[in-house]
């Protein structure tokens, strides 16, 4: 039988016909060649519909026909500048993609998500078992599987943290070294394999840098502090030991980030950090402190700031917890209350009209007001009358400020717009107060506040020093891919 060779070993690219026996090995065949011997057999393969042929097969086992084509390849081709050219030209946007992803790094690393990342996903795997741990310990009596339960979670954490970290390195080279070597994700695994052993092995490396200097930022203050209370149980090394190890804690948390705040970008990323934990912490223990009820404007401001004042009290942040709230607290948007919330925002209407409408709120306040009244509608309640008729006067209002504005007016009531509008604002008020819960009980399960930012500034810290290592790894690898070097 005829068969069709295609030769891209070289960059001639020229076309072989050859007679063959059908039940001739391709390693026979290959032999056959003029421009093959000894020395270079190793260094050429065939493939058949980007399927790499195996040398001891026949063409009859892949059920070649008279006049198939096949392709011969050097293994020596793939990598280096013409490779990667070839690549770039056929498929540009797909490079510049990865060289994006590949660049990354530079960008989340220096922000200190990974670690609390890496936290929430805990708490989400707490609170998914929470309720199988509950029914086995309760309902079966399994107390000992319970506590093996939480072991395991508790394992899963660092597990997770680790393959975050893994992956945030290892994923972004993986891909740049493949494209340096002309190839993508679907391309033959073969041709994949030594830019994905070097992908890897740097990835491994800079995970285990990650974790060394993230935990000399997070752990020594702990281990100082677990050495503090040992000493403080012997009445000699409580009165020399102790002090001095609880002022070097003292001093190591002081330090501990000079380096960085000398960057003018961490600097500033770091005080922001500062400030937003207690602006933070304030506005959750404010929303908490109020409850169910909706102050005056100066009420909240006051209280607000009350807040901000008592945090300069303490010396240590992490001694400022997020107030709990009660379950009385939760129950805000209970229907009984839902006359009382849309008078008070009629009220505030009527008080702060010209500034609403400064600030383009106007209609958007109106109909606050207008979904809750209507909801009260439908309870059993004596205000009954009043919340109808607190409806037409803000209806007539509406319909008034579309006159003014030559904006074409459209009932409240009509229209599926209107209906997602009210149901959007009046859900978006009921659940400020649930949002406020949901992330006291997160922070809470995570630290405190001050705890979570302490983690941000270890992983952002930690992160500087990688992206540093990461571009050196990123530099040389470029410079080894174009030169085929792995």
């Keep these: 039988m005829n068969l069709i060779i295609n030769d891209f070993s070289t960059k001639n690219n020229s076309k072989l016909n050859i007679t063959i026996h059908p039940y001739q090995s391709f390693h026979s065949i290959l032999n056959s060649l003029e421009f093959v011997n000894e020395d270079n057999f190793s260094n050429f393969y065939f493939s058949y519909n980007n399927k790499i042929l195996d040398l001891q097969l026949s063409p009859d086992y892949y059920e070649l026909k008279e006049n198939s084509i096949i392709e011969l390849h050097s293994r020596l081709e793939g990598g280096g500048f013409s490779s990667f050219f070839k690549l770039f030209k056929k498929q540009w946007y797909w490079v510049l993609l990865i060289f994006a992803i590949a660049l990354s790094p530079f960008v989340y690393l220096p922000l200190g998500l990974i670690p609390v990342t890496a936290s929430l996903l805990k708490i989400v795997f707490d609170q998914s078992f929470e309720k199988i741990g509950v029914y086995l310990a309760t309902e079966l009596g399994k107390f000992s599987l319970y506590n093996r339960l939480k072991l395991f979670i508790t394992i899963i954490k660092y597990v997770i943290f680790i393959l975050i970290v893994y992956v945030s390195f290892t994923f ?4 740049l070294c493949f494209v340096l070597k002309g190839n993508l994700l679907g391309d033959s695994p073969k041709s994949l394999c030594s830019p994905y052993n070097a992908a890897t092995i740097t990835g491994l490396i800079l995970t285990i840098f990650y974790l060394l200097i993230y935990n000399s930022y ?11 209370n040992i000493f403080k149980q012997n009445q000699y090394t409580q009165s020399t030991l102790a002090p001095a190890t609880d002022a070097l804690r003292k001093g190591y948390d002081q330090v501990k980030y000079f380096s960085m705040m000398k960057n003018p970008l961490t600097g500033l990323y770091f ?20 409850g169910c009820d909706i102050p005056s404007e100066e009420k909240f401001k006051n209280k607000f700031t009350q807040q901000l004042n008592n945090f300069k009290s303490f010396e240590n942040k992490n001694e400022i917890k997020i107030k709990v709230p009660t379950s009385k607290d939760t129950q805000c948007c209970d229907p009984k209350n839902y006359f009382a919330i849309g008078n008070l925002i009629y009220q505030y209407i009527n008080s702060h009209e010209k500034s609403l409408k400064d600030n383009e709120m106007y209609s958007s306040a109106i109909m606050i007001a207008i979904s809750f009244l209507e909801r009260s509608l439908n309870v059993d309640s004596p205000k009954l009358d009043k919340a109808k008729e607190l409806l037409i006067y803000l209806e007539n209002r509406l319909q008034n400020f579309s006159k003014e504005t030559n904006v074409t007016y459209v009932p409240s009531s009509h229209g599926v717009y209107n209906a997602y509008i009210k149901t959007f604002f009046f859900y978006s008020i009921c659940n400020v107060f649930t949002l406020a819960k949901n992330t006291s009980s997160t922070i809470q399960e995570m630290g405190s506040m001050y705890e979570v930012i302490d983690m941000l500034k270890s992983g952002s810290a930690t992160g500087n020093w990688l992206a540093f290592f990461y571009g050196i790894c990123f530099v040389a690898l470029l410079i080894c891919g ?4 792995y």
């Excluded at 997070?218 to 503090?228: A, D, F, H, I």
């Excluded at 934990?277 to 506005?283: C, E, F, G, W």
């Design 172 to 175: 972004p080279l993986m891909l």
């Design 218 to 228: 997070r752990s020594t203050g702990q281990n100082l502090e677990w050495l503090k």
């Design 271 to 290: 005080n922001f950090l500062d400030k937003t934990a207690d602006l933070s912490t304030a506005l959750i223990n404010t929303l908490i402190e109020f």
């Design 482 to 485: 174009l030169f085929d070097i």
